[in-house]
């Protein structure tokens, strides 16, 4: 809060719809509010030097005296904050994000409302508030009446955002995080990530002055446990690997041009989004030894209704790296051959992808999943399908950088490969870590007796 305030006179902007300015500083950061008519405009000054003659301090953030930022605070209630931090989010946040903080936000809002009332009919208070209220692309739209309904009801019952610093209120929407709309507990994963956008927008509370720390901070509230751990029972070996490989082959229909694809994500530990992206240029395949693939992206499923341009795809960066980072793979050279095979006998598409559907278009995700199920059921074993082995494509990028341990490639340079910090790696891998430190230690352990029998014991004699 500062009482440094100055004022300038009200400036003219012809042509604007709200043409009549009104100018401030506030410890000399300039601040404006705009208006239809000069009348509107006079009033709107006079107020705020009433208010600076009076001796009220002046917020620096809003650019707002004392008095009207307790009465805004009084009177902003989660739903509203929560929409302000949608919107803040929007421009620099891509598609699966903002469906993913709506998913959070249509999850915790219906549960802090006024006690002891709740809306008839949850499974359209929360389509409302997920496909509407939280989604600024249809904000300029007017929602169907039945949602109408549902959003009017949310913004009379929700609660002020002030009394998010009683402990029985946080707890009732962190516990909401726990529970499907059915009732059903939700995946631990989920639980938590929902609870990091519940975070977010109480930092953002912070940051505007509502609260002087984040109130989940004192709050004692254990999340559910998420075991991290990949499974050593659905890791397929090599030659499982290549029993499954050769029965995505063997499908009908797609199968042919899926092989190397899901090879991509064993031999390279790519996921999906990056063995969608992958390029001809991005593929170094010599004849003979060891290749290269230089990643530099992906391409993830959003949604029209999430995305800027209506498209359902979006091209990403890779994962939690700067626009422009590329991480360089080597390949073995079965996988060389494999690549090039596939290319000579599949092309590539007119952007160079190496994988497509039969349209041209990026493979979609049920259809490369389909085949899988059809190609485990074909060549697995009864008890290795019971055990869950290589139960989802995914586990295939989990086998490869488990094989590399396996290996004895130092654990830094697997996560290196596999795009992810050493410290994901520990917690994902730590089974498999464990056979590596035994291999180690036995390596340390022969070193040391070796080096006693070279030296004779010389030095511990003397």
Same mark, same amino acid.
């Given at each position: 809060?500062?009482?440094?305030?100055?004022?300038?006179?009200?400036?003219? @902007?012809?042509?604007?719809?709200?043409?009549?300015? !009104?100018?401030?500083?506030?410890?000399?950061?300039?601040?404006?509010?705009?208006?239809?008519?000069?009348?509107?405009?006079?009033?709107?000054?006079?107020?705020?030097?009433?208010?600076?003659?009076?001796?009220?301090?002046?917020?620096?953030?809003?650019? $707002?005296?004392?008095?009207?930022?307790?009465?805004?605070?009084?009177?902003?209630?989660?739903?509203?904050?929560?929409?302000?931090?949608?919107?803040?989010?929007?421009?620099?946040?891509?598609?699966?994000?903002?469906?993913?903080?709506?998913?959070?936000?249509?999850?915790?809002?219906?549960? #802090?409302?006024?006690?002891?009332?709740?809306?008839?009919?949850?499974?359209?208070?929360?389509?409302? #508030?997920?496909?509407?209220?939280?989604?600024?692309?249809?904000?300029?739209?007017?929602?169907?009446?039945?949602? @109408?309904?549902? $959003?009017?009801?949310?913004?009379?019952?929700?609660?002020? !955002?002030?009394?998010?610093?009683?402990?029985?209120?946080?707890? @009732?929407?962190?516990?909401?995080?726990?529970?499907? $709309?059915?009732?059903?507990?939700?995946?631990?994963?989920?639980?938590?990530?929902?609870?990091? /956008?519940?975070?977010?927008?109480?930092?953002?509370?912070?940051?505007?002055?509502?609260?002087?720390?984040?109130?989940?901070?004192?709050?004692?509230?254990?999340?559910?446990?998420?075991?991290?751990?990949?499974?050593?029972?659905?890791?397929?070996?090599?030659?499982?690997?290549?029993?499954?490989?050769?029965?995505?082959?063997?499908?009908?229909?797609?199968?042919?041009? #899926?092989?190397?694809?899901?090879?991509?994500?064993?031999? &390279?530990?790519?996921?999906? &989004?990056?063995?969608?992206? #992958?390029?001809?240029?991005?593929?170094?395949?010599?004849?003979?030894?060891?290749?290269?693939?230089?990643?530099?992206?992906?391409?993830?499923?959003?949604?029209?209704?999430?995305?800027?341009?209506?498209?359902?795809?979006?091209?990403?960066?890779?994962?939690?790296? /700067? &626009?422009?980072?590329?991480?360089?793979?080597?390949?073995?050279?079965?996988?060389?051959?494999?690549?090039?095979?596939?290319?000579?006998?599949?092309? !590539?598409?007119?952007?160079?992808?190496?994988?497509?559907?039969?349209?041209?278009?990026?493979?979609?995700?049920?259809?490369?999943?389909?085949?899988?199920?059809?190609?485990?059921?074909?060549?697995?074993?009864?008890?290795? $399908?019971?055990?869950?082995?290589?139960?989802?494509?995914?586990?295939?990028?989990?086998?490869?950088?488990?094989?590399?341990?396996?290996?004895?490639?130092?654990?830094?340079?697997?996560?290196?490969?596999?795009?992810?910090?050493?410290?994901?790696?520990?917690?994902?891998?730590?089974?498999?870590?464990?056979?590596?430190?035994?291999?180690?230690?036995?390596?340390?352990?022969?070193?040391?007796?070796?080096?006693?029998?070279?030296?004779?014991?010389?030095?511990?004699?003397?």
């Amino acid at each position: 809060m500062s009482y440094h305030v100055r004022f300038w006179d009200i400036r003219e @902007r012809p042509g604007r719809r709200n043409r009549f300015q !009104v100018r401030w500083t506030v410890n000399g950061r300039e601040k404006s509010e705009s208006f239809s008519t000069t009348g509107l405009a006079e009033s709107r000054r006079a107020k705020l030097m009433t208010a600076a003659r009076d001796g009220e301090p002046f917020d620096e953030h809003t650019g $707002l005296p004392a008095s009207e930022l307790r009465a805004i605070k009084q009177r902003t209630t989660w739903y509203d904050l929560a929409r302000s931090y949608a919107e803040q989010r929007w421009e620099r946040t891509p598609g699966n994000t903002r469906r993913t903080l709506a998913d959070a936000f249509a999850t915790i809002t219906p549960a #802090l409302v006024r006690p002891g009332v709740s809306f008839p009919e949850p499974r359209v208070l929360r389509r409302a #508030l997920y496909s509407w209220a939280f989604n600024k692309n249809v904000w300029d739209q007017d929602p169907p009446e039945e949602w @109408r309904k549902a $959003l009017d009801w949310i913004k009379w019952n929700s609660l002020p !955002v002030s009394t998010l610093a009683e402990a029985d209120v946080l707890r @009732r929407a962190l516990d909401a995080l726990c529970r499907k $709309l059915d009732g059903k507990p939700a995946a631990a994963k989920t639980a938590r990530r929902k609870r990091a /956008a519940f975070n977010e927008v109480l930092n953002m509370a912070v940051e505007k002055g509502y609260f002087a720390e984040n109130p989940l901070n004192g709050l004692r509230w254990n999340a559910p446990a998420v075991n991290e751990e990949v499974d050593p029972a659905a890791v397929s070996n090599p030659g499982q690997v290549a029993r499954l490989l050769t029965g995505v082959a063997q499908q009908r229909g797609r199968g042919p041009h #899926l092989e190397a694809f899901f090879g991509c994500m064993y031999y &390279a530990a790519m996921r999906p &989004a990056e063995v969608i992206h #992958l390029r001809l240029e991005q593929c170094h395949l010599p004849e003979s030894g060891w290749g290269l693939l230089n990643l530099s992206g992906g391409v993830v499923v959003t949604g029209k209704e999430w995305s800027d341009d209506g498209a359902v795809h979006e091209v990403h960066s890779l994962k939690r790296r /700067a &626009a422009t980072a590329t991480r360089p793979v080597p390949i073995p050279p079965h996988f060389v051959r494999m690549l090039r095979l596939h290319i000579r006998r599949f092309g !590539v598409a007119p952007d160079g992808r190496l994988f497509r559907n039969e349209a041209g278009k990026y493979v979609d995700a049920a259809a490369y999943g389909l085949t899988w199920a059809r190609a485990r059921k074909s060549v697995l074993t009864r008890i290795e $399908l019971a055990s869950g082995l290589a139960k989802r494509p995914y586990d295939l990028r989990h086998a490869g950088i488990s094989f590399w341990l396996y290996s004895g490639v130092d654990p830094a340079e697997c996560a290196r490969r596999a795009g992810q910090s050493i410290e994901v790696l520990f917690r994902h891998y730590a089974k498999f870590l464990d056979g590596i430190r035994e291999q180690a230690n036995r390596l340390i352990e022969e070193s040391m007796r070796e080096w006693d029998r070279v030296s004779g014991g010389s030095d511990a004699a003397e």
